[in-house]
């Protein structure tokens, strides 16, 4: 069983900047890709930002120099750190871990950038 367990959400004002931090616990060894998406109301989910076990990142492609990932291996944890967040950030965003070929996904947390 894994379990996902996500925090740091809320609410913020453009310019502003949020952390969400995700722990995984389980039957997760080894732990390959850790990460975020995201989905905002009417629109499909899309990839905020992975990071592999060897530490190599990927983000999509609206973050531009935005935001930073990170992961902890020995607590499998991962963490992104949102800087100059716009209302178009606005959104659920969602943990997610790749284990032995399977796909596990957070509840998600809510992010919200508004005036």
């Known amino acids: 069983q894994v379990q996902l367990v996500e925090s740091g959400g809320g609410f913020v004002q453009p310019g502003g900047s949020l952390t969400l931090s995700c722990a995984a616990s389980?039957?997760?060894?080894?732990?390959?890709?850790m990460g975020w998406y995201r989905q905002a109301p009417g629109k499909q989910r899309e990839l905020v930002s992975t990071i592999s076990n060897g530490g190599s990142p990927k983000y999509g492609d609206f973050v531009k120099g935005r935001f930073t990932i990170s992961r902890d291996n020995t607590k499998n944890t991962v963490v992104v750190q949102m800087n100059s967040l716009k209302p178009d950030d606005t959104a659920v965003y969602y943990c997610?871990?790749?284990?032995?070929?399977?796909?596990?996904w957070g509840q998600g947390t809510q992010v919200t950038v508004s005036s």
């Open positions: 389980g039957t997760i060894s080894p732990i390959s890709i």
């Open positions: 997610i871990i790749f284990v032995a070929g399977q796909v596990y």
